[in-house]
């Protein structure tokens, strides 16, 4: 008599799971076709933005955190990726940018007191940790360690929009509430 060799059908799932997931044909394996990876903007060069005296920072993983928000408590989270694309992209620009010279520096008003603007020094972190100047603060002006006028002036826009997420994140209220 034979004996039928019988496959369950969870058993003939394993197997073509274990081998698709051991191929060397992937997606994985080359993050350019991956799907879910199409658009995205990688950070390049750089591992973290600080501003704020350090209480808010930015990764390269489009993480962030904030020691103090709005409602004086810390908070963290990531960006969208339509957000975090536009200041990569300005990120990874400005890093490439030639750096302004002291006393040509592009300088910008200071922001309208009733909005969340930049109104303290922005470093950038290399990936070898040297600190670049992106913006601080001269007189009555935010001035840019970038020479290029237009990229400063868009990067630091941008950075008023991510400023606005991070001080309101889990703090839709202000000050005191949770």
């Known amino acids: 008599m034979k004996t039928a060799l019988r496959l369950s059908p969870l058993l003939l799932l394993s197997l073509f799971t274990f081998s698709a997931c051991n191929s060397n044909d992937g997606a994985a394996n080359h993050p350019s076709d991956d799907p879910a990876n199409s658009g995205l ?11 704020a005296d350090g209480w808010n920072k930015l990764d390269s993983t489009a993480h962030f955190q904030t020691d103090r928000n709005d409602c004086g408590w810390p908070a963290y989270g990531a960006l969208e990726l339509g957000l975090w694309n536009d200041i990569a992209k300005q990120i990874n620009q400005a890093m490439a940018a030639q750096a302004s010279v002291e006393g040509s520096e592009p300088c910008f008003p200071w922001p309208d007191p009733n909005t969340k603007g930049i109104d303290t020094t922005v470093e950038l972190v290399s990936e070898n940790k040297v600190v670049r100047k992106l913006f601080y603060v001269k007189d ?21 929009k991510l400023n606005v997420i991070i001080q309101t994140k889990e703090c839709p209220n202000g000050w005191g509430s949770a």
């Open 41 to 51: 903007v990688y950070a390049s060069g750089w591992d973290l933005l600080r501003y």
């Open 140 to 160: 009555a002006d935010i001035c840019s360690g970038i020479a290029d006028r237009e990229l400063a002036k868009n990067l630091l826009e941008t950075l008023r």
